[in-house]
């Protein structure tokens, strides 16, 4: 089992930003990619951001391309998500989440392990 928890949320205006961190604990040499998804209010949860624990496979969705960026301490277990030039439209409940397989699906049935989530909220 992986356990993922989630930190760095919080209230900020448009154009701020923020890092959110999650730190990996149990049998994590098992996680091939991590990930950060996204919920808001009444929307399903979308794909954010992904990468392999090698490094490889990187990829942004196009709404926040440019403005996002990971980053990973393996020493540390952690994988960031740089959030820059936040919006309004970026307000959310943000999941850090796992797979025992390479990056390459934003379907739910390809992650195995997932964080409770912390909450990012921006205004204009």
């Known amino acids: 089992q992986v356990q993922l928890v989630e930190s760095g949320g919080g209230s900020v205006q448009a154009g701020g930003s923020l890092r959110l961190s999650c730190t990996a604990s149990g049998n994590v040499y098992s996680v091939q990619c991590m990930s950060w998804f996204r919920q808001a209010p009444g929307d399903q949860r979308e794909g954010v951001a992904r990468?392999?624990?090698?490094?490889?496979?990187?990829y942004y969705s196009y709404f926040v391309e440019g403005r996002f960026t990971l980053s990973q301490d393996s020493a540390k277990k952690t994988l960031y998500l740089e959030m820059t030039n936040l919006k309004p439209e970026d307000t959310a409940i943000y999941y850090c989440?796992?797979?025992?397989?390479?990056?390459?699906?934003?379907?739910?049935?390809?992650?195995?392990?997932w964080g409770q989530g912390t909450q990012v909220t921006v205004s204009s």
């Open positions: 989440a796992a797979s025992r397989l390479y990056c390459g699906s934003w379907s739910p049935g390809a992650w195995h392990y």
């Open positions: 990468i392999n624990r090698d490094g490889s496979g990187e």
